[in-house]
């Protein structure tokens, strides 16, 4: 069920900045999607990752995992992570967990190419 | 001194769901539509729906060990100060297991970011962080998990109690 709730997208939003668009549901089983949009977006030569979570509908604590992953992989390669369109509810949730230290929180992308 | 009789929380809500992968997304709606008509700020329920979302995955994982033929039972009540819901499994074996907040090992991002730590183990954490009160019981085979939260803050007229709510 879960499998099939998890869209990525990932495109060059400019020379060394990709963009992964999230779609849908942020679980243990997105981790292939992401894992995959993530090694995509580093072939296109990304030195810098902003993940778009503004069609977000649900995020768990597999999910919250994936992401710790996700920053491991992506600090061994010195590529920042940043992010917008966290709900406030989610946002609250990268606090709790410190996510929000590790990543740049933005409020929308022009926000996140700039930062 | 004669004392006031609390009424017992009426309940809102009762269903089972059997263990498989998703069921939390069911849980956390229905949970979500048995509080509706209590009207619990936005930020509130989405609190509430991440915690009855992470102890129904647990549930099913932990307590049932993924066995579809085994049911994840859950309850809402209303006591008319807070809202309760309970999650039961079968995975008690006499003790809390899974729910045991005394044997977790608290989430550190820094440790998980430099690999002393694996990289899950955050739904306890957040299950704690995101309701007024969880408990724990026991009884044979059977672990419920008790969240509470509270529709009602004090600071009302003469000091009593302010609905949360808008």
């Not at chain 1, 549901?25 to 090694?39: C, F, H, I, N, Q």
Request: glycine share 10%.
């Amino acid at each position: 069920m879960d499998k099939s709730m998890t869209g990525m997208g990932v495109r060059m939003a400019d020379r060394l900045t990709s963009v992964i668009d999230i779609r849908g549901d942020v679980t243990a089983a997105s981790e292939p999607a992401l894992m995959a949009a993530y090694e995509e977006a580093s072939r296109q030569g990304a030195q810098r990752l902003v993940l778009n979570f503004s069609r977000l509908e649900y995020m768990n604590s597999g999910g919250i995992g994936m992401l710790v992953t996700l920053l491991v992989r992506a600090n061994r390669q010195h590529q920042p992570l940043a992010a917008y369109g966290l709900s406030d509810h989610y946002r609250e949730i990268f606090e709790l967990t410190r996510l929000d230290e590790a990543i740049g929180i933005y409020d929308d992308e022009q926000s996140a190419l700039a930062g | 001194m004669n004392r006031v009789a609390c009424p017992a929380p009426r309940r809102l809500a009762s269903f089972a769901l059997a263990s498989v992968p998703g069921s939390e997304r069911v849980a956390l709606m229905q949970v979500a539509d048995s509080v509706a008509h209590l009207n619990l700020p936005p930020q509130r329920l989405n609190k509430l729906k991440t915690a009855v979302a992470e102890v129904t995955m647990n549930a099913i994982e932990h307590g049932n060990d993924n066995r579809a033929d085994l049911a994840v039972d859950i309850e809402v009540f209303y006591s008319g100060t807070e809202i309760i819901v309970t999650v039961t499994d079968h995975g008690g074996c006499g003790d809390p297991g899974w729910a045991d907040e005394d044997d977790a090992e608290i989430p550190d991002l820094d440790r998980k970011l430099s690999g002393d730590q694996g990289p899950g183990g955050w739904g306890l954490f957040l299950i704690r962080h995101m309701v007024d009160g969880m408990k724990v019981t026991v009884e044979g085979e059977r672990r419920t998990v008790r969240l509470t939260m509270r529709t009602t803050v004090p600071g009302g007229q003469a000091g009593g109690l302010r609905h949360i709510g808008g």
